[in-house]
């Protein structure tokens, strides 16, 4: 009835461990670590990068391919070896794929360099080199990692592009340099000083012609050497000019000596004739001491004057006695102007004295000679300054004459025309009325320069009259827009607020764009366009207000987003998604839309420096956490070598500890995971196999002490009852067996003293219990699946099906393999060889 679970029983019993099988693996996994040991130790040896290439491809082991990965350098090995790596060795794979992109970078920072080189070496080419392209230069290169080769030859290319910049500065500034001196020089020439003059100008020219022919001339500003050639000119000019009055001056001082030694009297009209004869002298050359000789020479020659008698004389005085404070006081005031130089107070006080009646209240001799004096040095001043006049108004004319080529712009124009006419006028005043022929030439030099000047105005006129149509015409059409954009159509549509801020700044650029306008119209034609425009701009004003609040609202959600959700960053993209549309539909002014985005991007750059900021203490409790694993690896790595009695402790606590730590760095995260386990492998390695030393040392144990209450119980069966051989013999043997655990220590230690008291029956009851010891180890090798031997076959196959049975109505709560053991120890039942053996096959099978 039961066959078939006694076959299904047989079928699945398991196959005991043996013990061979145990060894076969650990030979195994020596012969593995020897060869995985002597493939590192060829990876070490290894010194070429090809034999380190074929090295990793045809090795299988990972330690040894990671250190021939070592001498692999070169582009073409690294990629070889990456692609043979990529799936199936992580380490080497990231090896080469970082010694790949350090290469890559290498060569892209090497052809930066290369390219700055080649600027750098078209810039030493060009013939004028300027200070920006250096700069622009200097701002494309990194020194950081260039290739040594590339970087000297770029600080040399450097290193001479700087001192033709320096060059350029020192020319520069010599030149400017002379400038400022040939002007200094034409300051003192002005003033007198021209004894060293001519040499001193000689050597600055030379050493501008030195400046004009440097290799970097062309840097020089493009006038600076016309206006040192101009200043030059004029400087030479001026000392000539100078040479020639000097050469007057010393002529009338020679005249003057030579009229003064003569002993015989000389004639006043051949004097004044003589003297007129002489070159003129401008009037900063005129020497008071020299005019003073010539006045007193002709008075010492002057004439002699019969005086009157004294009656006569006496009437003059008593005549002039009333006008001689008014002539006095105009004759000191007309000499006071003449030794001041201003002509044009002379004249007028010499108008006053001409208008008073001389015949009446004649003036003193001495204010006669006074006045003659005064009247003769204004004739002369009057004779300078109109010869000085005519002159000037001659160059005047000719600046006139000059302007049309000039091609100057009509306003620059039109003032320089009216500053030359201002000039002549003032020019009248002082140096008398000018000719009428100098006149007309003068004033047609003028009307012919100043017809592009005219002609310029009658355009801009028209022009004026062309943008007044143009501005009534953009103000109607304002005004027609505004009617049609605010109405509303039948379905009751809302105005398009953009177009029409749109029409509003486009129309307002436009009315700015218009050109000039009459100032009579300017006024009303202004007021207008505003009104036009307001009726627009009023409505648009008030969406624009609603439109500002909408944004300020926008802005409070975004200052009140929490940071730390994780949703924050989508929300915070809603809305600026929601700020875009609003600003697509609706744009508000200028200054307004960017303070309120400013507001709104500060309310954002908040929560993402928030978010930012929370990421990096996270990161860093990451990497106080990595820090924190990393230590408790290399502990528990270190506490390999502790006793087996506190490795235990020591990883169970280890693994709390590391079930409580936090999070890592992700790309650490498996790393230091894979690290952990190794230690914990390696602990739990050794622990394994001490609880098997332990296992097998009680295994050993055991069986000696079944072995020797066997011994001892044939040995009581076999002399009988009344005797207990060699008991101090078993005793001493049995104190030399190791302990045992508690339970099987307790049953056999109590089956030894049995066998050592061997009371009276003891033999008999050994006997007796063979068979039930046979059942009962049949029993347990049922149990623990274990082949019985081929003659209780029957017997084993009725005991299963009490076996089932029991176990059926117990429902699966018989004993196990440990108690039956423990049963069989405690039977008082006399054991052959044959059940020893069984017995301690049983009991293996329980260690294992």
């Not at 030859?153 to 010599?174: F, G, I, K, M, N």
């Not at 000039?406 to 000039?423: C, M, N, V, W």
């Not at 954002?604 to 690896?633: M, P, V």
């Not at 049949?778 to 274990?786: N, P, V």
Request: proline share 4%; with cysteine; charged share 25%.
């Amino acid at each position: 009835m039961f066959g078939f679970l006694f076959k299904r029983t047989e079928r699945a019993a398991p196959q005991p461990a043996v013990a061979p099988q145990t060894a076969l693996r650990a030979e195994a996994k020596q012969v593995s670590d020897q060869a995985r040991q002597q493939a590192l130790q060829q990876a070490q040896a290894l010194s070429d990068e090809a034999a380190a290439v074929t090295f990793i491809l045809q090795s299988t082991f990972a330690d040894a391919r990671l250190a021939a990965a070592q001498l692999v350098q070169s582009p073409p090995a690294l990629e070889q070896v990456l692609q043979a790596c990529r799936n199936t060795d992580r380490r080497v794979a990231k090896l080469m794929q970082a010694r790949l992109d350090s290469v890559r970078q290498q060569q892209a920072i090497a052809g930066k360099a290369a390219a700055c080189i080649v600027q750098a070496q078209h810039l030493q080419q060009e013939r004028q080199l300027m200070p920006n392209q250096v700069a622009e230069l200097d701002r494309s290169w990194e020194g950081k990692d260039v290739p040594p080769d590339l970087l000297q030859q770029y600080t040399q290319l450097r290193a001479a592009l700087a001192e033709r910049l320096s060059a350029q500065a020192v020319l520069q500034h010599d030149a400017l340099g002379l400038l400022s001196q040939v002007r200094a020089m034409h300051l003192q020439a002005k003033a007198g000083l021209t004894d060293a003059a001519p040499a001193a100008l000689d050597a600055l020219e030379a050493q501008m012609a030195s400046c004009i022919s440097h290799s970097e001339a062309l840097t020089l500003p493009r006038h600076l050497a016309s206006d040192f050639a101009q200043e030059a000119q004029a400087l030479r000019k001026l000392l000539q000019d100078l040479q020639q009055h000097q050469a007057a001056l010393q002529a009338r001082n020679e005249l003057l000596s030579n009229w003064e030694a003569a002993t015989e009297a000389l004639q006043p009209e051949a004097l004044k004739s003589a003297w007129s004869a002489l070159p003129k002298l401008p009037a900063a050359l005129l020497d008071d001491g020299l005019e003073q000789r010539y006045q007193a020479l002709l008075k010492q020659h002057a004439p002699v004057v019969v005086h009157k008698p004294q009656k006569i004389q006496s009437e003059a005085k008593v005549a002039e006695a009333g006008e001689r404070p008014q002539i006095a006081e105009a004759l000191d005031g007309l000499e006071k102007a003449l030794e001041d130089g201003a002509l044009q107070q002379a004249v007028d006080f010499d108008k006053a004295l001409r208008a008073m009646d001389f015949k009446q209240h004649k003036p003193s001799a001495t204010q006669a000679s006074r006045l003659a004096q005064a009247r003769g040095e204004l004739t002369r001043l009057q004779g300078w300054a109109r010869w000085g006049g005519n002159v000037s108004r001659e160059e005047l004319t000719k600046a006139a004459l000059e302007l049309p080529a000039q091609e100057l712009a009509p306003a620059e124009l039109a003032k320089k025309i009216g500053s030359l006419r201002a000039r002549w006028k003032s020019l009248d005043v002082s140096s008398g009325s000018a000719p009428k022929a100098l006149w007309e030439g003068f004033d047609a030099a003028c009307t012919a320069a100043y017809a592009p000047v005219a002609a310029h105005f009658q355009q801009q006129a028209e022009q004026r009259q062309a943008n007044q149509v143009s501005a009534r015409a953009l103000i109607d059409e304002v005004r027609q827009y505004a009617q049609s954009a605010l109405a509303t159509d039948a379905a009751g549509a809302a105005p398009d607020w953009k177009i029409i801020a749109q029409f509003c700044q486009q129309k307002q650029q436009a009315w700015k764009t218009l050109g000039p306008i009459n100032r009579s119209e300017k006024k009303s034609l202004d007021g207008a366009f505003a009104a036009a425009l307001q009726s627009l701009q009023g409505p648009l004003a008030e969406q624009q207000g609603i439109e500002v609040g909408r944004r300020e609202k926008l802005i409070t959600e975004a200052a009140q987003l929490p940071a730390n959700q994780r949703d924050t960053a989508d929300r915070v993209k809603e809305l600026q998604a929601r700020w875009q549309e609003q600003a697509k539909a609706l744009p508000l002014p200028r200054q307004e839309e960017q303070e309120l985005w400013l507001r709104f991007r500060s309310a954002c750059d908040a929560i993402f420096a928030q978010r930012k900021e929370a990421a990096s203490s996270a990161d860093a409790e990451r990497r106080d956490n990595l820090r924190l694993r990393e230590e408790q690896c290399a502990a528990l790595e270190a506490a390999v070598a502790e006793p087996a009695a506190g490795l235990a402790k020591i990883v169970q606590q280890a693994q709390q500890d590391w079930n409580r730590g936090g999070q890592v760095p992700r790309a650490a995260e498996a790393q230091i995971d894979a690290r952990f386990q190794a230690a914990v492998a390696a602990a739990q390695a050794i622990l394994e196999q001490n609880r098997r030393q332990a296992a097998l040392a009680q295994a050993d144990a055991l069986r000696g002490k079944l072995a020797l209450c066997q011994k001892i119980e044939t040995a009581i069966a076999g002399s009988g009852a009344s005797e207990s051989p060699g008991e101090s013999d078993w005793r001493g043997e049995w104190q030399a067996l190791p302990a045992l655990v508690p339970a099987f220590e307790k049953i056999l230690a109590a089956r030894f003293e049995r066998a050592m008291q061997n009371d009276s029956g003891y033999a008999a009851r050994l006997e007796a219990g063979r068979p039930l010891l046979q059942q009962e180890l049949l029993r347990a090798e049922i149990m623990a699946g274990s082949d019985s031997p081929p003659a209780l076959s029957r017997e084993r196959l009725q005991l299963q099906v009490e076996v089932l049975q029991a176990s059926l109505k117990t429902g699966g709560a018989a004993k196990n393999i440990e108690q039956q053991l423990l049963h069989i120890c405690d039977l008082p039942a006399l054991m052959d060889d044959a059940a020893l053996l069984r017995l301690l096959k049983l009991v293996a099978l329980a260690k294992a």
